[in-house]
T-cell receptor, first 113, second 112 residues
Framework: DAGVIQSPRHEVTEMGQEVTLRCKPISGHNSLFWYRQTMMRGLELLIYFNNNVPIDDSGMPEDRFSAKMPNASFSTLKIQPSEPRDSAVYFC???????????FGSGTRLTVV | KNQVEQSPQSLIILEGKNCTLQCNYTVSPFSNLRWYKQDTGRGPVSLTIMTFSENTKSNGRYTATLDADTKQSSLHITASQLSDSASYICVVTATGFQKLVFGTGTRLLVSP
């Protein structure tokens, strides 16, 4: 099992550009979560999906952020336009139906200059 | 309000020594409690998970305890190694919810 796979590992972009982060959950997991981690705020849940359907997006900071899960094996988090304050590490996690197999990916470190 | 508090915020110990990290929570109704280890630049990795009926669980040199009555948990690290240097995060889930409540973590540095 390759675990939760995120890409890219690092992204540096200029303010105003569109950024797309990608996640492949563990096969068989039916829930997927996007988190943002900063030194100041720790881990924050942005949005999560059950069976590819967005359940709770209350953590999405503003309309510049959007997430999709077109199928059970792929999800994207998009920021458009990006701003320097979006700089953080973004984690994707997936879990099975009983929530016991909760596993994080290695994260994408985003720097917006 | 569902909260998870951890102490200390940071800790420095000598290699080979033991240490204990604390976690207090107000999450209700309680479902399970996890301890994660997060190395710098990596994602959190699960060490232990405990449900209401479990009061201790071990994973190698890591032993977690849970007192559901006082809503407290601890993570004990035995014979620390340099590779134990990381952040340790306590995470609690409420019954019926999939959202995890994260503590702010304890940053541990094991010094040679």
């Amino acid at each position: 099992d390759a675990g939760v796979i995120q890409s890219p590992r690092h992204e540096v972009t200029e303010m105003g550009q569109e950024v797309t982060l990608r996640c492949k959950p563990i096969s068989g997991h039916n829930s997927l979560f996007w988190y943002r981690q900063t030194m100041m705020r720790g881990l924050e849940l942005l949005i999560y999906f059950n069976n590819n359907v967005p359940i709770d997006d209350s953590g999405m900071p503003e309309d510049r952020f959007s997430a999709k899960m077109p199928n059970a094996s792929f999800s994207t988090l998009k920021i458009q336009p990006s701003e320097p304050r979006d700089s953080a590490v973004y984690f994707c996690a997936s879990s099975d139906s009983n929530n016991y197999g909760y596993t994080f990916g290695s994260g994408t470190r985003l720097t917006v200059v | 309000k569902n909260q998870v508090e951890q102490s200390p915020q940071s800790l420095i110990i000598l290699e080979g020594k033991n240490c204990t990290l604390q976690c207090n929570y107000t999450v209700s109704p309680f479902s399970n409690l996890r301890w994660y280890k997060q190395d710098t630049g990596r994602g959190p990795v699960s060490l232990t998970i405990m449900t209401f009926s479990e009061n201790t669980k071990s994973n190698g040199r890591y032993t977690a305890t849970l007192d559901a009555d006082t809503k407290q948990s601890s993570l004990h690290i035995t014979a620390s190694q340099l590779s134990d240097s990381a952040s340790y995060i306590c995470v609690v889930t409420a019954t019926g919810f999939q959202k995890l409540v994260f503590g702010t973590g304890t940053r541990l540095l094991v010094s040679p």
